[in-house]
């Protein structure tokens, strides 16, 4: 046994120290982030907030509102090929290049991206998930995608240390998702006792990823636009959000009515409402690592992609960074034992 003395960080342990900023208004901030990425060489250009690959946030029907802001979502790997080929025909080119084809690691899920890719070449992103992608079966994966599609995008997760982002990295993934229990319905901490505080694995893994050219996904944790700076300042190139963008119209989650109040529900990927629905119920020989929420339900995505993106916009105007690459560099974070004043009820 080991123990490791150096405190590790998340989102609710710091703060942004203002600094000195020529920058009169947000609307001078520009969220846009220029990708050229390392394996596929692909060029990228988009706003790095990725909606989940969640049953009811990563959607058609996200993706296509979330595109109008030049904002990705990894969609989710439920979806047949019959209902790829329907959003293919009528998704327009942005759409497509802000989408990810989500994969697990099986034979059969191998099979379904070639078949979801062929459908387009404005497809370029794979997001190759599973929860602990500390297995040597997802490296092995990720080199078989790799030398399939040396043109495409290829994203693998999730991890939350230098070593394995540098492994992944190194297998042929251009980007790297990191995050392990962060997650607003998981309870992989709880069910398990793994984990690591989110802001810490950004900076590090960050710093991994960047030493050899790759980039990485702050994957979970985010409960708020400051949260969403947070892991931008880290060093995230890209966030990507559940629960804030779960319980809107486009999540297309089961709406259910209490008190004369509509709610939406919200689950993990691994709670048993999933496994229940995609797997025929949980295998006995595993827990479910996912919880079930209803969420109020929020109507549009519109004002909360707003909400966001204008809440970094503002932090980096608070830091004096004018365009969203310089957030890290104009990033100091200041520890804290305290964060916002909650004498009249949370926001
Ligand atoms: P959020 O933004 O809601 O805090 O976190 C979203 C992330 O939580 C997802 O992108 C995914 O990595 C993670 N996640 C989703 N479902 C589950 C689950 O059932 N169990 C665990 N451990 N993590 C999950």
Redesign the pocket.
């Known amino acids: 046994m080991r123990i490791e003395q150096e405190l590790k960080l998340g989102f609710k342990d710091v703060l942004f120290r203002p600094k000195r900023s020529t920058l009169k208004s947000r609307s001078q901030v520009n969220l846009t982030r220029e990708f050229t990425f390392k394996h596929s060489g692909r060029q990228w250009s988009g706003v790095p907030v990725i909606a ?3 049953d009811s946030v990563g959607t058609f029907d996200m993706a296509t509102a979330l595109a109008a802001h030049n904002v990705m979502t990894a969609v989710h790997k439920h979806y047949t090929v019959e209902q790829w080929a329907d959003f293919v025909k009528q998704a327009d080119a942005n759409t497509l290049n802000k989408v990810m084809v989500s994969t697990g690691t099986s034979d059969r899920d191998f099979d379904k991206i070639q078949q979801i890719l062929a459908l387009s070449d404005e497809l370029i992103f794979v997001c190759i998930d599973i ?1 602990n992608g500390y297995s040597e079966h997802l490296v092995e994966f990720v080199e078989r995608v790799r030398a399939a599609f040396p043109d495409k995008v290829i994203s693998a997760g ?1 991890v939350v240390t230098g070593d394995m982002v540098e492994e992944l990295i190194l297998a042929g993934a251009d980007i790297v998702k990191v ?1 392990i ?8 901490r709880v069910k398990t006792g793994v984990g690591y505080p989110q802001l810490s694995a950004i900076i590090e893994c960050a710093d991994a990823a960047h030493g050899l050219g790759g980039r990485i996904i702050g ?5 708020c636009p400051g949260d969403v700076s947070k892991a931008f300042g880290g060093g995230a190139d890209f966030v ?5 963008l779960a319980a809107h119209t486009e999540s297309g989650g089961e709406l259910v009515e209490k008190d004369g109040k509509t709610f939406m529900k919200f689950y ?4 048993e409402s ?1 496994m229940a629905k995609h797997s025929g119920g949980v295998a006995k020989y595993r827990a479910a ?2 919880k079930t929420v209803v969420l109020p339900y929020r109507g549009s995505v519109e004002n909360t992609i707003q909400d966001v993106l204008g809440g970094v916009r503002s932090t980096c105007t608070y830091v004096g960074a004018e365009h969203l690459k310089e957030l890290t560099k104009r990033t100091t974070f200041i520890r804290v034992q305290e964060q916002e004043n909650n004498v009249y009820g949370k926001e």
């Not at 990507?240 to 804030?244: D, E, R, V």
Request: charged share 5%; net charge negative.
């Open positions: 989940a690959n969640m929860a999730n995050g229990g962060p997650g607003s319905v998981c309870t992989t994957d979970g944790g985010c409960a990507m959000l559940g629960g804030m993990g990927m691994s709670s999933a690592e996912g």
